[in-house]
């Protein structure tokens, strides 16, 4: 017997420990069962917020995605932005899009066990959502932060360091083993991304500017400059390149959720010494655009800098 509404929304909501009853927390003021999530920011900080979805047929296919690794990665990219911003996260609310199947029930209580583990490391609780019908799955996730003062795209200027925190590549290798039906550790970071929330809260006010590493260190890169109005040069020797990726991999590949910071030079040591996965590999310049060096010679960028959604 298929599922009523009710019945996959209850399903969901199970892995967090809620019902669809108010919940009730110092900071939640009405959540799950309500109309609108009320909650209450702490006093002097800003609230940063983000939105974003993962879609069955463009971000994941079940397999090689278990539901489980199809909730954990929905929060996971949202989560990734606060820590690009420095945010905490608080709070959350997730819309679903759900397919016409008699396991349909089954299948979101899996997605709601991925994604309340992911949610119970980080302190984040999910106030609120909604159920639609849709010809796919689809998880859309508005994430709710709290931010002493938020770090964005601008703000680099030509001399700031360019520093990257995290590996890359793996996740564009990880995709290609499980399209040969291969399930390698590269697999995981495709499957299981990690937001790197220690890192941007760790990094404070330091950097002047910083952008996530989601659609390729190029492309976001290109983001970051292009906000800042300004160039940068990559030194290709110093990219942290994953196991068995290539150079291609870590330059256009995205997924990583590595985090880019733009850093004035005088900062730069207090930096990398707060963040020991942390490492230079460039610099901002005047005028446009991104160039490649290698061994201090000028290399051809790729011809796809990154994924472009809508290409």
Not at 157 to 171: E, M
Not at 205 to 222: E, M, N, T
Not at 246 to 252: N, Q, T, V
């Amino acid at each position: 017997m298929r599922a009523s509404e009710l019945d996959l929304i209850d399903a969901f909501l199970a892995p967090f420990g809620l019902d669809r009853s108010s919940a009730s927390a110092p900071s939640i003021l009405s959540g799950p069962g309500d109309d609108c999530a009320v909650v209450r920011p702490s006093r002097g900080l800003s609230l940063v917020v983000k939105t974003d979805a993962v879609v069955e047929g463009v971000h994941f296919s079940m397999p090689p995605f278990t539901p489980e690794d199809v909730g954990h990665k929905a929060l996971a990219v949202n989560l990734s932005d606060l820590a690009a911003a420095g945010a905490r996260p608080r709070w959350f609310v997730c819309a679903l899009g759900v397919p016409k199947s008699a396991s349909a029930a089954k299948t979101a209580a899996r997605m709601g066990r991925g994604m309340a583990r992911l949610a119970q490391i980080h302190g984040c609780a999910l106030v609120g959502g909604n159920v639609t019908r849709a010809p796919g799955w689809t998880l859309t996730l508005c994430v709710f932060g709290e931010a002493k003062r938020a770090r964005g795209r601008t703000g680099a200027r030509p001399g700031d360091a360019l520093v990257v925190a995290g590996t890359l590549g793996a996740a564009a290798k990880g995709l290609a083993d499980l399209r040969r039906g291969s399930r390698t550790a590269a697999a995981r970071a495709q499957l299981r991304p990690e937001p790197r929330l220690a890192d941007g809260l760790a990094a404070g006010s330091l950097p002047s500017a910083s952008i996530d590493v989601s659609d390729g260190l190029l492309r976001d890169l290109g983001h970051l400059c292009a906000s800042s109005a300004c160039g940068a040069e990559v030194e290709v020797d110093a990219l942290p390149v994953a196991q068995g990726a290539s150079l291609d991999d870590a330059l256009s590949g995205g997924e990583d959720y590595a985090l880019l910071f733009a850093v004035p030079r005088n900062r730069e040591p207090r930096l990398l010494a707060r963040l020991p996965s942390a490492r230079r590999i460039g610099r901002f310049t005047e005028g446009r655009g991104i160039r490649l060096l290698q061994a201090g010679r000028p290399r051809r960028l790729p011809r796809r800098l990154g994924f472009d959604h809508l290409a």
